[in-house]
């Protein structure tokens, strides 16, 4: 039989199996359909005639089902049962189960909350004692979830746990209806499951932790300094999943946090700049700690407290994650940068600034040449407009020099071909064994990776969008230059006395590429003329 035919015989037996359903289905007396099932808990139907006028287009409704008693009355909350069923479901065996019942009670929550656990008839003050009740017994559970649970599964460098999660957005709706006592109880409990040795439970406990703060900013001058001391061991916790829901809960309430608690500001700085040591391609608190620290070197207090450690020393340690593989970590370390480079205070920006001007100067036009990402590219230029402007001329013009002839050969870099290692900064973060046990999807030994202009992620693109990015890339690389021209062609810097000027050697080396018979570094020197003439205006 070929498997045409086999296919038809299954449809065919398929379709006398449900007509023999049918039949039998049919042939049933509605006595016995009930099962046994009491009287009064059947479904009530009733005939009713109802007059209309018989013509072509009309015929008299004969039967409707009366559903008067399909939900009987009863003094409690209509989703007191069904609310009930979830929590039961909360200790399922199955994930799944779980975080579908976390995921019903925190949408019934969004917009019946405030009607929870109330009955009928009864005054405004036992109904508020019992809505409280009812709050806090489902705050329990979710505190039991926390305690339970162990499911966590991984996605690229980030622990994936869904039950967790949704519970503690689920305990962070409830937190908004609890009364001031019940918040303290239950964020104490919080704090206790910060103890424990396993760290899913940690990760849990941080989690509700994180939404409680974001939804009690009315409490936020009593619960910060409770669970500051928390986070701060939170984020030197030796898991790094546990770090990075540490650092991810004090990102939204960072100006909060300057305000209420000055004084844990600089021992919180210092340890996330003391974590960045620690850090390698696949820590899963990478973009966390990135985030938060970009957050609070945006106020002038925090870098001011951070004058006593020089930025010399810490900014290289920024630099490594200009070319993580996850985006909003070079986004976050680029924040970083120009967070750092937009202190009020010059003098003592210069003073930092200078001795690792030139190896700045090289990693950022470096992530231009090797990014693919439209707004992270917006944002490398902003980082090196603010990078120039700071930065003292002279200075700048003796780190350009050296490098401006690597830097138009990276520029004009066939699309086709890898770039040679001497000519890149090596900055990769190196991997190293995870000390908490935890085995991640390509957590081997690296090989030597080759990389390309617009990022090597771009070689999987297609052909046309391979161009495009491209030659985005080598627009970037032209903004770059044009702006770093002005400053090579300033009278400042090309005084008559001088025996080698800068911007007469450039023209020299732009003049070689003008007269080449390459296309591709005729164009890159005609982009160069563009964008220099466009800052000139400026």
């Not at 086999?6 to 359903?21: E, G, T, Y």
């Not at 305000?259 to 391609?281: G, M, R, Y």
């Not at 900014?315 to 940068?337: E, G, I, K, Q």
Request: glycine fraction near 4%.
């Amino acid at each position: 039989m070929s498997s045409r035919q086999k296919n038809k015989a299954k449809r065919l037996a398929k379709l006398q199996a449900k007509q023999k359903s049918k039949e039998h289905t049919e042939a049933v007396p509605p006595s016995e359909a009930a099962d046994g099932e009491p009287e009064e808990k059947r479904l009530k139907t009733c005939n009713l005639m109802v007059e209309q006028p018989e013509n072509e287009d009309n015929a008299p409704v004969e039967i409707l089902p009366e559903r008067s008693t399909l939900f009987e009355e009863s003094n409690a909350w209509p989703f007191e049962s069904f609310c009930e069923e979830l929590c039961n479901d909360l200790f399922s065996p199955s994930w799944e189960i779980r975080h579908g019942a976390g995921t019903g009670l925190r949408e019934i929550l969004k917009f019946h909350a405030q009607s929870g656990g109330k009955l009928v008839n009864s005054t405004s003050e036992e109904m508020e004692e019992q809505h409280q009740q009812w709050l806090e017994d489902l705050a329990i559970r979710l505190l039991c979830v926390f305690a339970l649970d162990r499911f966590g599964d991984f996605v690229s460098d980030e622990v994936v746990a869904p039950v967790r999660e949704t519970c503690a957005q689920t305990l962070g709706v409830a937190l908004q209806f609890m009364v001031i006592r019940a918040v303290h109880s239950t964020v104490s409990v919080l704090l206790q499951l910060l103890h424990v040795p396993q760290w899913e439970v940690r990760h849990g406990g941080l989690l509700g932790l994180k939404y409680a703060l974001a939804v009690r900013q009315d409490m936020m001058e009593h619960l910060l300094p409770r669970v500051i001391p928390a986070m701060v061991e939170g984020l030197q916790d030796q898991d790094d999943d546990v770090r990075s829901v540490a650092a991810a809960a004090l990102v939204p309430v960072a100006d909060r946090l300057l305000q209420l608690q000055p004084d844990k500001i600089l021992v919180i700085v210092n340890t996330l700049w003391d974590s960045l040591l620690e850090l390698d391609d696949l820590t899963a608190s990478t973009n966390s700690v990135m985030t938060l620290l970009s957050s609070l070197l945006t106020f002038p207090q925090v870098q001011e407290e951070n004058a006593h450690k020089s930025f010399t020393i810490l900014v290289p340690r920024v630099w490594p994650f200009l070319y993580h593989s996850s985006s909003s970590v070079r986004r976050a370390a680029l924040d970083t940068l120009l967070a750092t480079l937009g202190s009020r205070d010059t003098q003592s920006c210069v003073l930092w600034l200078t001795p690792i001007l030139q190896d700045m100067m090289r990693v950022i036009y470096q992530a231009a040449i090797l990014e693919s990402n439209q707004d992270i590219c917006n944002l490398i230029q902003k980082v090196w407009q603010q990078l120039l402007s700071k930065a003292p001329l002279h200075y700048v013009v003796a780190a350009a020099c050296p490098w401006m002839g690597a830097w138009l050969c990276l520029m004009m870099q066939p699309a086709h071909l890898p770039i040679e290692h001497n000519m890149l900064m090596e900055l990769r973060i190196k991997s190293k064994e995870r000390s908490s046990g935890k085995l991640r999807v390509g957590q081997s030994a690296r090989e030597t990776r080759h990389e390309y202009i617009a990022g090597s992620e771009s070689l999987h693109e297609d052909p046309a969008t391979r161009d495009y990015l491209v030659m985005r890339s080598r627009l970037l690389a032209a903004r770059l230059l044009g702006s770093l021209t002005c400053c090579l062609c300033d009278a400042a810097v090309n005084l008559p006395s001088q025996e080698v000027r800068p911007a007469e050697s450039f023209a020299q080396l732009l003049m070689f590429y003008l007269n080449s018979k390459s296309a591709l570094q005729r164009i890159a020197v005609a982009l160069i003329f563009c964008q220099w003439a466009e800052h000139s205006k400026v």
